[in-house]
């Protein structure tokens, strides 16, 4: 099987002295983790009622998740091609950190990590559920999980307002 190599940049910044990253990953080689198309977001199991966001007072917008039943505080970031997980975050989850494979190369404020891919069971924020959503460990460097396009791709729709941030499952 031919295998091409493409590099998607992830952009982070998050606020009061979290880490800053860019996050770059080979989604061609896994492109299980590409932001989904229009008839796959169809397929992948986003339900429940809307959902809304308040912008906090360092500009970002913060949410609160469930993911698999456990709570996680995520930056929302419409920039980041997958949900990115802190080392911290993803051991709180019950992911055992030290059998995972990181198989991506990984850029960010502290310099070059790697990176594993994570399947997640659901993610939900005040009822707006995604099941299956593929997800990032990010070895080291990354202080704040990300909310990026693996959950936020599968949604009918999100839209910003000047104050909130409001998820359509």
């Known amino acids: 099987m031919l295998r091409f190599a493409a590099i998607a940049f992830v952009g982070a ?8 990253a860019v996050v770059s990953l ?3 080689r896994h492109p299980e ?6 008839a796959s977001a169809t397929l992948g199991g986003a ?3 809307a959902a809304q966001i308040t912008k906090d007072r360092d500009g970002h917008f913060w949410a609160q998740a469930a993911v698999d039943g456990h ?3 995520f930056l929302v970031d419409t920039g980041a091609t997958a949900v990115s997980l802190s080392m911290a975050d993803a051991q709180r989850l019950g992911i055992d950190t030290s059998k995972l494979t990181y198989d991506y190369n990984v850029i960010t404020a502290d ?3 790697r990176a594993a891919s994570v399947h997640l069971a659901s993610v939900s924020i005040a009822g707006a559920r995604v099941r ?3 997800a990032l460990v990010i070895e080291k460097g990354l202080e704040n999980s990300l ?5 936020l791709g599968r949604l009918s729709r999100f839209e910003a307002t000047p104050n909130s941030l409001i998820l359509h499952p």
């Open 47 to 49: 339900e429940g009622g």
């Open 13 to 20: 910044l998050s606020a009061v002295g979290a880490a800053k």
């Open 71 to 73: 709570a996680v505080r």
């Open 132 to 134: 299956d959503v593929d």
């Open 147 to 151: 909310l990026g396009m693996s959950y």
């Open 33 to 38: 983790l590409r932001a989904p198309t229009a």
């Open 111 to 113: 310099g070059r990590t």
């Open 26 to 28: 080979d989604d061609l």
